[in-house]
């Protein structure tokens, strides 16, 4: 090959390969398209109940400030039960990915299941049997039924790491609480928000049934509405709910983009 073919080739051979751009992590349309349609489907409601004719069996049920307190109610719920949830799960999580605890991992993904496969409202009425009526029973049975989203994905997204970075960071002189901290959870961040969203979402569902052991909620105004005939209150229980789970979903879905490690998108 003569000198100047070598001279054209390389040019070519040095040339740099297009840079890789990520996507935009939150888009306006998912920022704004379903918050436009909770506030529209909200603000129907509220017009509609304007100038609802009701009876004064609804107009009680109602009254008084009931409708947000149960609000508030259904809303303390979900935020406590995920919190404890996170701060039981993820830990358990991390632990039956360790060494020493891995051969307990199928004991405690068992009982995950069996939390999860009992029934709801069965389980709540076990636990008010033992402890009587309230808000303590439903955050324990919601905190039961919640716990195997959050835990199945905190050990699948740790088993899922690649060893030869794990192997890599040992290498390099980490020690396993930082390889841990710097490499194993930022890597399984994003299948452990998933598991944190289907929490969240499986507990505003769950919170509805504390009603039935003294615990408040939105379930109050649906089982109103179900046991006096009155359509207006359950239709109100009911439209409260799947706002408030979609709103949540909304916000988890948010935070799954906002807080996934920005090396993981890189060609996605």
């Given amino acids: 090959m003569s000198i100047p073919e070598l001279e054209e080739d390389a040019p070519a051979e040095r040339e740099a390969p297009p840079p890789v751009t990520a996507r935009r992590r939150v888009t306006w349309q998912k920022l704004t398209f379903l918050p ?30 009931q409708v947000s307190k149960a609000l508030w109610q259904q809303v303390q719920l979900t935020v406590v039960s995920t919190f404890f949830v ?8 991390i632990l039956l990915t360790r060494r020493m ?11 995950a299941n069996m939390g999860q496969a009992t029934p709801a409202i069965g389980l709540l ?11 303590k029973a439903a955050l324990i049975g919601m905190i039961i039924y919640a716990a195997l989203p959050v835990l199945a994905n905190t050990v699948a997204g740790l088993k899922a790491n690649d060893p030869t970075l794990l192997e890599a960071a040992r290498g390099i ?18 299948l452990i928000l998933a598991g944190v969203r289907t929490a969240l979402v499986l507990n505003v569902g769950t919170a509805t049934l504390a009603t039935f052991g003294g ?5 109050v105004l649906i089982t109103t509405g179900i046991t006096t005939q009155r359509m207006p209150v359950l239709m109100l229980g009911s439209i409260l709910t799947v706002s408030l789970a ?17 090396g993981l998108e890189v060609g996605s």
Avoid: K, Y
Avoid at 51 to 56: H, S
Avoid at 86 to 93: D, F, K, M, R
Avoid at 176 to 184: Q, T
Avoid at 215 to 219: E, K
């Fill in 36 to 65: 436009a349609v909770l506030v529209a489907v909200l603000l129907a409601t509220w017009l509609w109940f304007q100038q609802a004719d009701l009876d004064p069996i609804s107009e009680n049920a109602l009254s008084n400030g």
């Fill in 86 to 93: 996170l701060v039981i799960a993820i830990p358990l999580g």
């Fill in 101 to 111: 605890f891995r051969p307990a991992t199928p004991v405690a993904m068992a009982f």
């Fill in 125 to 135: 009425a076990l636990l008010v049997i033992w402890l009587g009526t309230g808000m």
């Fill in 173 to 190: 002189g980490m020690s396993p609480l930082g390889v841990l901290a710097r490499v194993e959870m930022p890597l399984a961040v994003p």
């Fill in 215 to 219: 615990g408040g909620g939105l379930g």
């Fill in 246 to 262: 979609l709103l949540v979903d909304w916000l988890a879905t948010l935070a799954e983009l906002l807080l996934r490690p920005r």
